[in-house]
C-alpha cells in the first residue's frame, strides 16, 4: 500500500504547491514559451496535478493519462507552446513535488520505506507518461496542422 500519509499531504498542500510551480515555471528560462499563457491557466493545472494526485495514481487507469496529456500536448502546440518548453513543464512539476517531499522526509519523520517507495514507483510511473502522451498529443497536433 501507498504512503497514503504522504499522498494526502500533496494534496493538503495542493495550493501551495501550485504557487510555487506557477512561480518556477513563469520564471524559467525553460518555459519561456509558457509564459504567454495567463498565469491563471498554469496555476489551475499546477492545482489540478497536486489536488487530485490520489485519482491520477490510484483510480485513473492508463487510458486516462493518455487521453489527458494528448489532449493538453494538442493544446499547448495550438498555443504555440515548444516541445521542449511543454516537456520541461511536467519535468519541472515532478521535481518541485520531489523537493516538497524531501522537505517533507527531513520534517515529517518519515518511516514507512515501503510505502514510500511505492509511491515514488507509482508517481515516477504516472510523470513518465504524462510525458509520452503529451509529447504524442503534440506531435498528432503539429502533424494534422501541416497536413
Known amino acids: 500500500m501507498i504512503a497514503l500519509r504522504l499522498v494526502q499531504l500533496i494534496e493538503d498542500h495542493s495550493e501551495e504547491l501550485a504557487e510555487g510551480l506557477t512561480k518556477k515555471l513563469l520564471s524559467s528560462e525553460r518555459t519561456r514559451d509558457l509564459q504567454r499563457l495567463p498565469a491563471n491557466e498554469l496555476h489551475q493545472r499546477c492545482h489540478e496535478i497536486y489536488r487530485h494526485l490520489s485519482e491520477w495514481l490510484l483510480t485513473k487507469t492508463e487510458h486516462d493519462v493518455e487521453v489527458a496529456y494528448k489532449a493538453l500536448g494538442a493544446r499547448r502546440a495550438g498555443q504555440g507552446i515548444s516541445m521542449a518548453g511543454l516537456t520541461w513543464a511536467i519535468l519541472l512539476t515532478k521535481e518541485h513535488l520531489w523537493s516538497f517531499l524531501e ?24 510523470f513518465d507518461r504524462a510525458v509520452y502522451y503529451a509529447t504524442d498529443g503534440y506531435e498528432e497536433a503539429i502533424s494534422t496542422r501541416a497536413a
Not at 522537505?103 to 504516472?126: A, S
Request: hydrophobic share 45%.
Open 103 to 126: 522537505w517533507e522526509g527531513v520534517h515529517g519523520g518519515l518511516h514507512n520505506v515501503f510505502g514510500e517507495l511505492e509511491l515514488l514507483r507509482l508517481l515516477e510511473q504516472f
